[in-house]
């Protein structure tokens, strides 16, 4: 299920587009003024962003410039009433990856999300490594270590911390583990994940019992927040 944030501030085109939104499958969080929308996009990872551009307290083209410079790639389609050529081009040149222009057809602005969603990238791939807390990853030596000692990872742990990181702020269910970690499918109910999961946590996490890296998302899986 696809994470969209609406950055809107009309309560009848928030209502209209959520509960649309809803229909097709999507889950959508609100916002209705620049500053939040910068906080939540930096804090948290959608999969796109629907971004109207006269907001309060920070405008849309605002906004998108600031996420950009702080390297958020997150697809975002700009909506606004401007209809001047001038607008898009700077919305564009920001880093937008489309524009709508109100009022738009619902189906336009549906097949518009579809299409930047299977073009986006389905993860982010860290170059040589990462690190997270006092934990250091070498992916090319596939080594770990924690605070400057090494640790002792099997290869299916040391690949499965990898999935996390590279799927760092997504929903990744079991199924997905196991079949892109483990190269199968299995029934919903195996152990599998959650044992290794936990096995893990015990490495890495300064607090296994209250994990602050590896979280568990109730009724759908685990997300790296590293």
Do not use: C
Not at 48 to 73: H, T
Not at 144 to 155: C, E, I, N, Y
């Amino acid at each position: 299920m696809k994470r969209l944030l609406l950055v809107e501030d009309e309560p009848g085109l928030v209502l209209t587009l959520t509960d649309r939104l809803a229909r097709e499958g999507y889950t959508t969080e609100t916002v209705g003024d620049g500053e939040t929308a910068l906080a939540r996009a930096t804090a948290d990872a959608f999969d796109l962003i629907l971004l109207d551009v006269m907001l309060p307290r920070l405008s849309g083209f605002d906004v998108l410039r600031d996420l950009r410079r702080r390297n958020v790639e997150t697809p975002v389609i700009m909506l606004t009433a401007r209809g001047q050529v001038v607008d898009k081009v700077v919305g564009l040149k920001l880093g937008a990856d489309d524009y709508v222009t109100k009022p738009f057809e619902m189906m336009e602005l549906l097949a518009r999300i579809e299409a930047k969603l299977r073009r986006a990238p389905v993860s982010v791939h860290p170059a040589e490594g990462h690190q997270f807390g006092d934990v250091r990853i070498d992916f090319r030596r596939a080594e770990v270590t924690r605070a400057g000692s090494p640790l002792d990872l099997s290869a299916r742990e040391f690949q499965l911390l990898r999935y996390f990181i590279e799927h760092r702020g997504a929903t990744l269910t079991r199924e997905e583990l196991l079949n892109e970690v483990w190269g199968y499918n299995a029934m919903p109910s195996t152990r599998t994940v959650d044992v290794h999961v936990a096995w893990l946590r015990q490495k890495v996490e300064p607090n296994p019992r209250h994990p602050q890296y590896i979280l568990t998302v109730h009724g759908m899986g685990y997300k790296f927040a590293g």
